[in-house]
């Protein structure tokens, strides 16, 4: 009840609750399209190197979702040129990329004078803490993602499923990879804000994983991956409320809580599915 009257009353609870239906829907776009073409390490990459943006931004006085937005866009770009020229060297430069990345924004944090950025906010989030300006722009960030798809949706998928196939059919597989990079970086920059950078690739990736395990079509596991997202958001901040945990954190927890049930269901499911099950 404490949970319910402070949703009813309070607005940064309000808050907390759009925040997680703007940063499920990015996830649901976004999320499929990483587990399909199994990129949640380079994911992971564009993610930790978006402190060294919000670091410097913060140095030099500039908002820290800008310089994340800037950081997620350019790593992106950068990540996705090294997997398609330097694949011998892929994983030694991501992660580089990736550790880099954050001791660049620890450095410039650390030197900022006066107050100093709440590191742990940044790395683990802060989902009670969400503004006006950092909603809005997690809703022009859902805007674009979702119009670029929509524009673009037969291409991605053709480049996620069979990208040699796609460059034979002319088309440019280098282009709509590095697009689906760019989409990437987006999510990240907004899922941030609310589990932070350590745990955004398990609100990036399970959904969808879930999802995968019960529905067919990619748009079917978008839909699902959004409900999965939502679904565990709300749950994980009800579960925190009371005895006062981290959100986000208890978020990923009942997110992979909820991801070993439906490995177990399905295995489940699939063994009455086979022949002779009944005996067994």
Not at 96 to 112: E, H, K, N, P, R
Not at 266 to 278: N, Q, T, Y
Request: glycine share 12%.
């Amino acid at each position: 009840m404490a949970f319910i009257d402070a949703l009813l009353g309070q607005r940064f609870m309000q808050y907390a609750v759009l925040g997680i239906a703007l940063a499920s829907l990015a996830s649901g776009l976004v999320g499929p399209f990483v587990v399909v073409r199994r990129i949640g390490y380079l994911a992971g990459g564009v993610a930790h190197a978006v402190l060294g943006g919000m670091g410097v931004a913060w140095y030099f006085g500039g908002d820290p979702m800008a310089g994340a937005l800037i950081a997620s866009l350019v790593a992106a770009l950068v990540i996705g040129w090294v997997h398609l020229h330097l694949r011998a060297h892929e994983d030694m430069l991501i992660s580089a990329l990736w550790s880099g990345g954050m001791a660049v924004g620890i450095l410039f944090i650390s030197q900022t004078d006066g107050y100093r950025a709440d590191l742990l906010g940044y790395l683990f989030g802060n989902i009670l803490l969400v503004s006006d300006a950092q909603l809005w722009l997690m809703v022009a960030l859902d805007v674009a993602m979702a119009v670029v798809i929509l524009l673009f949706y037969r291409q991605l998928v053709a480049v996620c499923f069979d990208a040699e196939f796609a460059r034979l059919r002319g088309l440019n597989v280098t282009f709509f990879y590095l697009l689906l990079l760019c989409l990437v970086a987006l999510t990240v920059v907004i899922l941030v804000q609310i589990v932070g950078l350590i745990l955004l690739v398990a609100l990036l990736s399970l959904p969808a994983a879930i999802a995968g395990q019960w529905a067919r079509s990619l748009g079917a596991i978008m839909a699902l991956s959004t409900v999965v997202a939502a679904g565990s958001g709300y749950a994980g901040l009800a579960i925190a409320w009371g005895p006062d945990w981290p959100a986000g954190a208890t978020i990923v927890l009942t997110l992979g809580g909820l991801y070993v049930l439906s490995l177990l269901g399905h295995a489940l499911v699939g063994l009455r599915g086979r022949p002779g099950s009944a005996a067994v």
